[in-house]
């Protein structure tokens, strides 16, 4: 079995809508495709994809990399056709050296790799920064807007994405605090739920990875969790916490 795609698709994982909000703007500028990869790792979907053309991934920065979940996706993934491969990473800082890895992936996949491009969205890890209010919010995505459309520019182009200035703490966060950060904190112990939970169920259906189980009308988090924030961003009673970290910021989402 396979799946024909058309000649430029857009492939995103999100968990709070920042990396979903720039797939669409893609979708609009270039007027291609573009699909959840939520929904492919959700179902274990390793078809193959027949893109017949360009390939764009985007996802948001996890430690400096791309989400683990989706590095795994790709590689056990086999596509066709793929003419060339372009990355899109969101962040609340910056992405370190992750088009390094980006291009290591590339190579393994015997993908032609045209770079990783940048873009500063909204911070929506509340288990360990501090979230912006809605005002705010909406101020950084008002300025990842003109990057977007740079992006789409040079993939409608069919050019490289410009390289990006590194240091040397770049190379150390991607490499050696992503090793260390990803095994060691990425974990789901500390979500709970609040009194406020109505037991609506909507965490169990976001879960990308079928880490929540609703029983007794309350989300029981299993040992597999990719820190997406999803569960605890779009709770309609925000009566989801992650330990005291949580407690009192905003929950930052984006449809």
């Given at each position: 079995?396979?799946?024909?795609?058309?000649?430029?698709?857009?492939?995103?994982?999100?968990?709070?809508?920042?990396?979903?909000?720039?797939?669409?703007?893609?979708?609009?500028?270039?007027?291609?495709?573009?699909?959840?990869?939520?929904?492919?790792?959700?179902?274990?979907?390793?078809?193959?994809?027949?893109?017949?053309?360009?390939?764009?991934?985007?996802?948001?920065?996890?430690?400096?990399?791309?989400?683990?979940?989706?590095?795994?996706?790709?590689?056990?993934?086999?596509?066709?056709?793929?003419?060339?491969?372009?990355?899109?990473?969101?962040?609340?800082?910056?992405?370190?050296?992750?088009?390094?890895?980006?291009?290591?992936?590339?190579?393994?996949?015997?993908?032609?790799?045209?770079?990783?491009?940048?873009?500063?969205?909204?911070?929506?890890?509340?288990?360990?920064?501090?979230?912006?209010?809605?005002?705010?919010?909406?101020?950084?995505?008002?300025?990842?807007?003109?990057?977007?459309?740079?992006?789409?520019?040079?993939?409608?182009?069919?050019?490289?994405?410009?390289?990006?200035?590194?240091?040397?703490?770049?190379?150390?966060?991607?490499?050696?605090?992503?090793?260390?950060?990803?095994?060691?904190?990425?974990?789901?112990?500390?979500?709970?739920?609040?009194?406020?939970?109505?037991?609506?169920?909507?965490?169990?259906?976001?879960?990308?990875?079928?880490?929540?189980?609703?029983?007794?009308?309350?989300?029981v988090w299993g040992k597999e969790c990719t820190h997406c924030m999803a569960c605890i961003a779009k709770c309609p009673k925000k009566a989801i916490e992650y330990e005291k970290q949580s407690i009192g910021k905003n929950r930052y989402h984006i449809e």
């Open positions: 079995l396979y799946i024909t795609r058309s000649t430029q698709l857009i492939y995103y994982f999100t968990g709070t809508g920042n990396s979903q909000y720039i797939a669409r703007e893609l979708h609009h500028q270039l007027n291609e495709d573009y699909i959840s990869m939520n929904t492919l790792i959700r179902n274990n979907d390793h078809r193959l994809q027949n893109i017949k053309g360009t390939l764009v991934f985007v996802v948001p920065t996890y430690a400096w990399r791309i989400p683990r979940i989706v590095e795994e996706w790709i590689l056990l993934t086999p596509f066709n056709g793929v003419e060339e491969v372009y990355f899109v990473m969101d962040c609340g800082g910056n992405i370190g050296n992750a088009g390094h890895y980006n291009q290591e992936l590339c190579k393994k996949k015997g993908f032609n790799y045209k770079g990783t491009m940048e873009i500063i969205m909204p911070e929506n890890y509340l288990a360990m920064f501090d979230t912006p209010e809605d005002d705010e919010a909406q101020s950084i995505i008002k300025k990842a807007d003109p990057v977007i459309e740079q992006a789409a520019s040079y993939i409608h182009q069919h050019l490289p994405l410009p390289n990006m200035s590194l240091h040397l703490k770049d190379k150390f966060q991607s490499s050696i605090v992503n090793t260390v950060f990803c095994p060691l904190f990425v974990k789901a112990d500390a979500f709970y739920s609040t009194d406020e939970c109505i037991g609506c169920g909507l965490c169990e259906t976001l879960c990308p990875l079928h880490n929540i189980q609703i029983k007794d009308h309350h989300p």
